[in-house]
């Protein structure tokens, strides 16, 4: 079992940055990949970051590339998302994964989750 915990949301206005955390505890956290995912009311959840174990390859989607960056620290068994030049649309939970399932931007690929951040962006 991995538990996972984030924290760092909040509200902030357009054109600001927040940096989420996530704490793992459990099993190794250096063998997961790791990802951020995101809801928005009234929408699915939708794939945001991933960052693998092996290799520390970064993913991003397309609406967030060149603003956000995911990182981890393995030492820590903590992982980031640095969110700047927040935009509205940005608003949502963001979620915490980890898995070994191989499908990085899907949450098939993830066994594990945390209960959410909120994160409110206002115009």
């Known amino acids: 079992q991995v538990q996972l915990v984030e924290s760092g949301g909040g509200l902030v206005q357009a054109g600001g940055s927040l940096r989420l955390s996530c704490a793992a505890s459990?099993?190794?956290?250096?063998?997961?990949?790791m990802a951020w995912f995101r809801q928005a009311p009234g929408k699915e959840r939708e794939f945001v970051a991933a960052i693998t174990w092996l290799r520390g390859i970064n993913d991003y989607a397309d609406s967030v590339k060149g603003r956000f960056t995911i990182s981890r620290d393995n030492a820590k068994n903590t992982l980031y998302l640095q969110m700047d030049s927040l935009k509205p649309e940005d608003t949502a939970v963001y979620y915490c994964?980890?898995?070994?399932?191989?499908?990085?931007?899907?949450?098939?690929?993830?066994?594990?989750w945390g209960q959410g951040t909120q994160v409110t962006v206002s115009s």
């Open positions: 459990g099993r190794t956290f250096s063998n997961y990949d």
């Open positions: 994964a980890a898995g070994r399932g191989g499908y990085i931007r899907l949450e098939i690929g993830y066994n594990y």
